[in-house]
C-alpha cells in the first residue's frame, strides 16, 4: 500500500515536468510527421493530404539521395576518426601523464568541443585555403602540390570529417577516461606479470573492459554526424560562393526545401526520414548493450 503511495505520489510530482517535455518535444515530432503527410506549400492555401507521396518523391530526388550519400559517409567518417583516435589519446593521458597534468590535458583535449560550431568552421576553412591556407603552405615544403581543398567534392567531404573529428574527439577522450578509472587496477597487474606490453595491455584489457562505453560514444557520435550541418554551410561553398552548395547534407537540403523553396511538407519528410535513421541508430544501440550484458 505504502508503495502504491508512493508511485502515485511521484507521478504526481514528475507530472508537470513530463508535461511540458511532451509539449515541447513530442508534440512537435508528431506535428512534423503529420506535416510530412501533405503537400504543404507556403504559398498555397491549399495543403491536400498526399499520404506517403513526399516519401516516395524522395527516393527519385537526386539532391536528397546526393545529401544522404554525403551526411552518411560524413557520420560513418567520424566515428572511423574519433573512436580510435579517442581511446588512444584517453589511455596516453591516463596512464602515461602525471596526476597534476592530466587535468590540464583534458581540458585542452575537450575545449574544441565547447567552441561555436561557426567560428570554429571559419577557421578551419582558412586552414584548407586553397591559396593563403597554412596546410598548403605546410604541404609546399614537402614538394606537395597546393589542393583545392573546398572546391573538390571529395576532398570537401574529407575536410569536413576533419573539422567533426576535431570537435567531437574532446568529448570522447573525457568519456573514455571516466570508464578506464572504472577499470580495476589488478588486471593490469595481472597481465603485467604475465609479460604483457603496454600495448598488449591496452588491446587486451582496456579495450574489452570499455566496450559498452566504446558502443555508447559510436552510436552518439554517429548520430551527431547525421545531424551535421554548420560545418558543410560554412566550409563546402561551390564555384559561385553559395554556402554548402558543392557537399549537400540532410540537415542543410531539408532547410532549403522549406524555408527557400516553401515546401514544408517535403522538409518534413526528410525531417523524419532523419527521425528513422537516429531511431534505428538508437534502437541498435540498446540491443547491442542488451546482448553484450546477457552475455556478461
Known sequence: MLRRRLLVFALLALLPTLAVYAWVRIVPIGEVIWLSLHRWNLMSRNKPFIGLDNFVELTRDPLFLDAIVN??????????????????????????TRARLAGFY????????????????????????????????????????????????????????????????????????????????????????????AIQAFRHVTVPMLRPIVLYVSVVTLVSGFNVYAQGFVMASDTQGAPGRLVRVLVLDMLENAFRNYRFGYAAAEAVVLLLVVLGLTLIQFGLLREKGGRS
Open 71 to 96: 551526411t552518411t559517409v560524413i557520420a560513418f567518417g567520424v566515428v572511423a576518426v574519433t573512436v580510435p583516435l579517442g581511446l588512444i589519446l584517453a589511455a596516453l593521458i591516463y596512464h602515461r
Open 106 to 197: 583534458e581540458t585542452a583535449v575537450f575545449l574544441p568541443h565547447v567552441v561555436s560550431l561557426v567560428p570554429a568552421a571559419m577557421a578551419w576553412k582558412w586552414i584548407f585555403d586553397a591559396r593563403l591556407g597554412p596546410l598548403n603552405a605546410a604541404l609546399g615544403w614537402f614538394g606537395i602540390e597546393p589542393q583545392s581543398w573546398l572546391f573538390d567534392p571529395v576532398l570537401a567531404v574529407v575536410c569536413i570529417i576533419v573539422l567533426c573529428s576535431w570537435q567531437t574527439l574532446g568529448f570522447a577522450v573525457v568519456i573514455f577516461i571516466v570508464g578506464m578509472k572504472n577499470v580495476p587496477h589488478v588486471l593490469y597487474e595481472a597481465a603485467r606479470l604475465d609479460g604483457a606490453t
